[in-house]
């Protein structure tokens, strides 16, 4: 799958090359994030295992090298950088692109070979993400299906109500796609007022207590000044002329 905004054309050659040395159980992933506000992030990962290093040893390259590449093709995003990420004894290549809105999310989409867009709503009240991935093209020509482990993620805001997905972590869902495969990942959501609020961070915004509770204590304040007042008026009226008691 050419994933042109996230992964060079460089990257991807050099990717499938990898695996049509037989480079085994490579995995590749790209995670979409998306928050109540309808931001959020997309990475692309590709994994390379113990296993993988070893291979990648005996064509002189290595996982830092095969991210520098992708770095230096040219064709990334602007402000999306190529990370590497230790994960125990695994080497990943990370390219993250972060997106303001779901248009500008859709835009993403739009630029990737092999995904197609049915449904992508964000209300109030839920999100309704509904799209088709193919893991097709020249890939399915030179690679074997069992020699690429796809993993289409998806982690939505508020609370899953349906999905189709193969696996579920919290609310980070996860679909398989074989080679030559066409996968539906549908999935939606409902959004509760405080997680719309919030923009989905399970709480209330930092401000919010300290704001409530600087109006309950001026309120309170007001109260005490306005009880002062009554008991003091009443006072002065009470010692007025001809109010005071008659002389023994």
């Given at each position: 799958?050419?994933?042109?905004?996230?992964?060079?054309?460089?990257?991807?050659?050099?990717?499938?090359?990898?695996?049509?040395?037989?480079?085994?159980?490579?995995?590749?992933?790209?995670?979409?994030?998306?928050?109540?506000?309808?931001?959020?992030?997309?990475?692309?990962?590709i994994g390379f295992?113990?296993?993988?290093?070893?291979?990648?040893?005996?064509?002189?390259?290595?996982?830092?090298?095969?991210?520098?590449?992708?770095?230096?093709?040219?064709?990334?995003?602007?402000?999306?950088?190529?990370?590497?990420?230790?994960?125990?004894?695994?080497?990943?290549?990370?390219?993250?692109?972060?997106?303001?809105?779901?248009?500008?999310?859709?835009?993403?989409?739009?630029?990737?070979?092999g995904v197609k867009?049915?449904?992508?709503?964000?209300?109030?009240?839920?999100?309704?993400?509904?799209?088709?991935?193919?893991?097709?093209?020249?890939?399915?020509?030179?690679?074997?299906?069992?020699?690429?482990?796809?993993?289409?993620?998806?982690?939505?805001?508020?609370?899953?109500?349906?999905?189709?997905?193969?696996?579920?972590?919290?609310?980070?869902?996860?679909?398989?796609?074989?080679?030559?495969?066409?996968?539906?990942?549908?999935?939606?959501?409902?959004?509760?007022?405080?997680?719309?609020?919030?923009?989905?961070?399970?709480?209330?915004?930092?401000?919010?207590?300290?704001?409530?509770?600087?109006?309950?204590?001026?309120?309170?304040?007001?109260?005490?000044?306005?009880?002062?007042?009554?008991?003091?008026?009443?006072?002065?009226?009470?010692?007025?002329?001809?109010?005071?008691?008659?002389?023994?």
């Amino acid at each position: 799958m050419a994933m042109r905004p996230t992964l060079t054309c460089r990257a991807l050659r050099l990717f499938v090359l990898l695996v049509g040395l037989a480079l085994a159980a490579c995995t590749f992933q790209v995670n979409t994030t998306i928050t109540a506000t309808g931001a959020g992030e997309l990475r692309s990962e590709i994994g390379f295992t113990q296993e993988d290093k070893e291979m990648l040893k005996t064509i002189a390259t290595s996982p830092d090298k095969f991210c520098a590449d992708a770095q230096s093709g040219g064709d990334l995003p602007e402000g999306a950088p190529v990370t590497i990420e230790e994960r125990g004894d695994e080497t990943w290549c990370v390219v993250t692109v972060g997106f303001a809105s779901l248009d500008e999310l859709t835009k993403v989409y739009s630029d990737m070979q092999g995904v197609k867009i049915n449904a992508l709503t964000l209300t109030p009240s839920g999100l309704t993400y509904d799209v088709d991935i193919s893991f097709t093209g020249e890939q399915t020509e030179q690679v074997g299906a069992d020699q690429v482990l796809f993993k289409w993620q998806v982690t939505a805001p508020g609370t899953i109500s349906e999905h189709n997905a193969d696996e579920v972590d919290g609310n980070t869902l996860t679909w398989n796609v074989g080679i030559g495969e066409t996968v539906n990942a549908r999935v939606v959501t409902t959004i509760s007022p405080v997680e719309a609020l919030t923009g989905g961070g399970g709480g209330l915004p930092n401000w919010v207590i300290p704001t409530v509770v600087g109006l309950c204590c001026c309120l309170l304040l007001l109260v005490a000044a306005v009880v002062v007042g009554v008991v003091v008026m009443r006072r002065r009226q009470g010692a007025a002329p001809g109010s005071a008691p008659p002389a023994a």
